[in-house]
């Protein structure tokens, strides 16, 4: 067989079984982002967009199974998975760098390792005389009477002669259709096929994450007396003039008010000795003794000092001394 | 491809069909005399193959001067030894004009030197002066002399296989740099290993002495140097080649990369490593196993590399893995 036009026929091949690939992986990419999208509920972010937030929760007349933040989600994933997947060829094509021919080439040597760099070698002696041959076309067939050129071998020297004679029979036996990556792509497809179906089933069922992007959002719109804040439109100052049907309602996720708790540290409150060292209840404050007349109080005791708080300290510097 | 005329056409053919069956012959000749060191009589041969030269580097008594004399003798060429000292003049490698009686004439006759042959065994190269191995070296490039003004051809095949110790370096007068480069290959010849020592014992200590006989004739070694030159190699892996040279002028621990020369040196000792093989085509394994004799006496390291303790051998097994 014809060398130029063996490995011609291999890239043409190798282009087809590219784009094969190219679609699988699409396929699977935009169908695992739209999986995740609508498990997530990535559609409430259509709350946000004024124009859309109506449609949240509906159903469109032209298809009632899918509701219109979900038809989003599937968009939107569709025009993600283009773009990925055209950035991973971009990739691919700038880190294995050479010309279609010998990327095909590559791929037959590797699945047939007798003609490993002997097909590449013998394909650029042929493609070399090709290109010799065109450019000297009528010199060549001047001169191919006066000089000793095998005319099945054209000008090729006794070594390339005997390489390109041995490679055009051992590509006889090459099938291009081994090239393609059969374990690869079957598995892409039965993946595809699997998450289709836990696509549909979510889609129908509703099923979801508890947690979905509603979760962040609110975490940011907690107002300042403790109680979480239903969704409201960032526009919208006043809760009131939001009017939500029963039928456009957003989705809102049920909440108990908090326990009002009184935080504020009464004065003497678990400062007592004994308090400090075992767990006592707290105490009603009461008191200490007046301390007496004769005892001579610090000055930084008597500044600034709240009420009440004079005798506490000097009541736990007398016990101290007498543990002393 | 017109590299041989049509009536020698069907000659190189025989001499492309019977090439393995040609290196088993020589390997088997020369492995009467020589224990081991297959892979430096590869390298030799494959020196000779690519008509260049060669430096062989070893400390004494591994047996340089008796391969390269093995050698000769097996392909059937003329062989010349010249032992290099500091008091060795160019005249006495050239060749000098005597003069003599012809007739009742006087006249000057050129005295052909030891460079006129076609093995010529340069023993301890770095002991003769600069000034005579520039005279040796201008013959290994030129392939000709010219002595008091008479320019004299030197015999095709023509081979320098140089010889140089690694240690007794005072006194010497080590090759630049400029001039290494002229050198296709250097090898390294190693201590052989227990069992080649206890062979080689047995074969030098005996009455008789290890004999050898012709190989190959001159006219085979020159079809084979053709053979070498029209063996193909993909343009992929001459890119790669051409990559792994370039490498050498921007690696942290040369200080000078390869030249060019070193290009052509390394894809012409892939092409006669191949044919050595027995294959139609030049593989990636050539190359990378014919790097270290083709780079390690064209780079030069870094100081910092060299008080690190690093070799140029090194150094070119961390390119050669990148490629």
């Given at each position: 067989?014809?060398?130029?036009?063996?490995?011609?026929?291999?890239?043409?091949?190798?282009?087809?079984?590219?784009?094969?690939?190219?679609?699988?992986?699409?396929?699977?990419?935009?169908?695992?982002?739209?999986?995740?999208?609508?498990?997530?509920?990535?559609?409430?972010?259509?709350?946000?967009?004024?124009?859309?937030?109506p449609?949240?929760?509906?159903?469109?007349?032209?298809?009632?199974?899918?509701k219109?933040?979900?038809?989003?989600?599937?968009?939107?994933?569709?025009?993600?998975?283009?773009?990925?997947?055209?950035?991973?060829?971009?990739?691919?094509?700038?880190?294995n760098?050479?010309?279609?021919?010998?990327?095909?080439?590559?791929?037959?040597?590797?699945?047939y390792?007798e003609?490993?760099?002997?097909?590449?070698?013998?394909?650029?002696?042929?493609?070399?005389?090709?290109?010799?041959?065109?450019k000297?076309?009528?010199?060549?067939?001047?001169?191919?009477?006066?000089?000793?050129?095998n005319?099945?071998?054209?000008?090729?020297?006794?070594?390339?002669?005997?390489?390109?004679?041995?490679?055009?029979?051992?590509?006889?036996?090459?099938?291009?259709?081994?090239?393609?990556h059969k374990?690869?792509?079957?598995s892409?497809?039965?993946l595809?096929?699997?998450?289709?179906?836990?696509?549909?089933?979510?889609?129908?069922?509703?099923?979801?994450?508890?947690?979905?992007p509603?979760?962040?959002?609110?975490?940011?719109?907690?107002?300042?007396?403790?109680?979480?804040?239903?969704?409201?439109?960032?526009?919208?100052?006043?809760?009131?003039?939001?009017?939500?049907?029963?039928?456009?309602?957003?989705?809102?996720?049920?909440?108990?008010?908090?326990?009002?708790?009184?935080?504020t540290?009464?004065?003497?409150?678990?400062?007592?000795?004994?308090?400090?060292?075992?767990?006592?209840?707290?105490?009603?404050?009461?008191?200490?003794?007046?301390?007496?007349?004769?005892?001579?109080?610090?000055?930084?005791y008597n500044?600034?000092?709240?009420?009440?708080?004079?005798?506490?300290?000097?009541?736990?510097?007398?016990?101290?001394?007498?543990?002393? | 491809?017109?590299?041989?005329?049509?009536?020698?056409?069907?000659?190189?053919?025989?001499?492309?069909?019977?090439?393995?069956?040609?290196?088993?012959?020589?390997?088997?000749?020369?492995?009467?005399?020589?224990?081991?060191?297959?892979?430096?009589?590869?390298q030799?041969?494959?020196?000779?193959?690519?008509?260049?030269?060669?430096?062989?580097?070893?400390?004494?008594?591994?047996?340089?001067?008796?391969?390269?004399?093995?050698?000769?003798?097996?392909?059937?060429?003329?062989?010349s030894?010249?032992?290099?000292?500091?008091?060795?003049?160019?005249?006495?490698?050239?060749?000098?004009?005597?003069?003599?009686?012809?007739?009742?004439?006087?006249?000057?006759?050129?005295?052909?030197?030891?460079?006129?042959?076609?093995?010529?065994?340069?023993?301890?190269?770095?002991?003769?002066?600069?000034?005579?191995?520039?005279?040796?070296?201008?013959?290994?490039?030129?392939?000709?002399?010219?002595?008091?003004?008479?320019?004299?051809?030197?015999?095709?095949?023509?081979?320098?296989?140089?010889?140089?110790?690694?240690?007794?370096?005072?006194?010497?007068?080590?090759?630049?740099?400029?001039?290494?480069?002229?050198?296709?290959?250097?090898?390294?010849?190693?201590?052989?290993?227990?069992?080649?020592?206890?062979?080689?014992?047995?074969?030098?200590?005996?009455?008789?002495?290890?004999?050898?006989?012709?190989?190959?004739?001159?006219?085979?070694?020159?079809?084979?140097?053709?053979?070498?030159?029209?063996?193909?190699?993909?343009?992929?892996?001459?890119?790669?080649?051409?990559n792994?040279?370039?490498?050498?002028?921007?690696?942290?621990?040369?200080?000078?990369?390869?030249?060019?020369?070193a290009?052509?040196?390394?894809?012409?000792?892939?092409?006669?490593?191949?044919?050595?093989?027995?294959?139609?085509?030049?593989?990636?394994?050539?190359?990378?196993?014919?790097?270290?004799?083709?780079?390690?006496?064209?780079?030069?390291?870094?100081?910092?590399?060299?008080?690190?303790?690093?070799?140029?051998?090194?150094?070119?097994?961390?390119?050669?893995?990148?490629?």
């Amino acid at each position: 067989m014809d060398i130029i036009k063996f490995v011609k026929r291999a890239t043409k091949v190798h282009k087809i079984y590219s784009a094969i690939y190219a679609l699988l992986s699409f396929i699977l990419i935009f169908l695992t982002i739209a999986f995740i999208g609508v498990v997530f509920n990535m559609g409430s972010i259509m709350l946000f967009i004024e124009p859309l937030s109506p449609y949240v929760g509906n159903y469109p007349e032209f298809f009632p199974y899918i509701k219109y933040e979900n038809i989003l989600v599937i968009l939107c994933s569709f025009v993600v998975s283009v773009f990925l997947v055209l950035f991973i060829k971009i990739i691919f094509k700038l880190r294995n760098k050479g010309t279609r021919d010998e990327r095909a080439i590559d791929l037959i040597e590797k699945k047939y390792p007798e003609l490993k760099e002997r097909l590449k070698t013998a394909f650029d002696v042929v493609s070399l005389e090709k290109k010799h041959n065109e450019k000297h076309n009528e010199e060549y067939n001047n001169n191919n009477n006066n000089n000793n050129y095998n005319n099945n071998n054209k000008r090729y020297n006794i070594i390339q002669a005997d390489l390109i004679e041995k490679v055009s029979k051992d590509i006889d036996f090459v099938s291009l259709q081994k090239t393609f990556h059969k374990k690869r792509s079957l598995s892409k497809v039965v993946l595809s096929v699997f998450v289709s179906i836990l696509l549909i089933a979510v889609l129908f069922t509703g099923i979801q994450s508890p947690v979905t992007p509603e979760h962040f959002m609110e975490t940011f719109t907690n107002n300042d007396n403790g109680k979480i804040s239903e969704v409201i439109h960032p526009e919208k100052e006043n809760k009131e003039d939001v009017k939500f049907t029963a039928e456009n309602k957003p989705p809102t996720i049920s909440r108990q008010p908090g326990k009002q708790v009184n935080v504020t540290l009464p004065p003497g409150h678990g400062i007592d000795h004994g308090d400090l060292q075992s767990d006592a209840e707290s105490k009603e404050f009461t008191a200490s003794k007046k301390y007496p007349a004769n005892s001579l109080a610090s000055e930084s005791y008597n500044e600034n000092l709240p009420e009440g708080y004079e005798e506490i300290i000097k009541e736990y510097f007398e016990k101290n001394a007498e543990i002393n | 491809m017109d590299s041989y005329y049509s009536t020698d056409y069907e000659r190189m053919q025989q001499t492309y069909r019977n090439s393995s069956v040609i290196f088993t012959t020589l390997f088997e000749e020369i492995g009467k005399v020589i224990v081991g060191q297959e892979e430096v009589v590869e390298q030799i041969l494959i020196a000779m193959l690519c008509n260049g030269h060669a430096l062989l580097e070893s400390n004494p008594g591994l047996g340089k001067t008796l391969t390269i004399s093995t050698v000769a003798k097996v392909i059937d060429l003329k062989f010349s030894r010249v032992q290099c000292t500091p008091d060795l003049m160019p005249s006495d490698i050239t060749g000098t004009t005597i003069l003599e009686e012809k007739n009742g004439r006087k006249e000057f006759r050129f005295e052909p030197g030891p460079v006129f042959t076609n093995i010529l065994l340069a023993d301890e190269i770095n002991r003769a002066s600069p000034k005579t191995q520039s005279a040796l070296l201008e013959a290994m490039q030129e392939k000709q002399v010219t002595v008091s003004g008479n320019t004299y051809k030197i015999d095709e095949p023509f081979f320098v296989l140089a010889t140089q110790n690694p240690i007794e370096q005072e006194g010497t007068y080590p090759l630049p740099e400029a001039q290494l480069d002229r050198f296709i290959l250097k090898i390294l010849l190693d201590y052989p290993d227990m069992n080649e020592e206890i062979e080689i014992v047995k074969r030098y200590t005996g009455q008789e002495k290890p004999q050898t006989s012709r190989g190959i004739t001159k006219t085979t070694l020159q079809d084979l140097q053709k053979l070498t030159r029209d063996v193909p190699i993909s343009d992929e892996l001459i890119s790669k080649t051409i990559n792994l040279i370039t490498r050498t002028r921007n690696h942290q621990d040369i200080e000078y990369g390869a030249s060019p020369r070193a290009s052509i040196a390394l894809i012409l000792a892939g092409k006669a490593k191949a044919l050595m093989r027995g294959v139609n085509y030049v593989s990636i394994d050539d190359i990378k196993s014919m790097a270290f004799p083709v780079l390690r006496h064209r780079i030069m390291l870094s100081f910092e590399s060299e008080r690190n303790g690093l070799k140029p051998d090194d150094v070119i097994k961390m390119l050669v893995a990148d490629m």
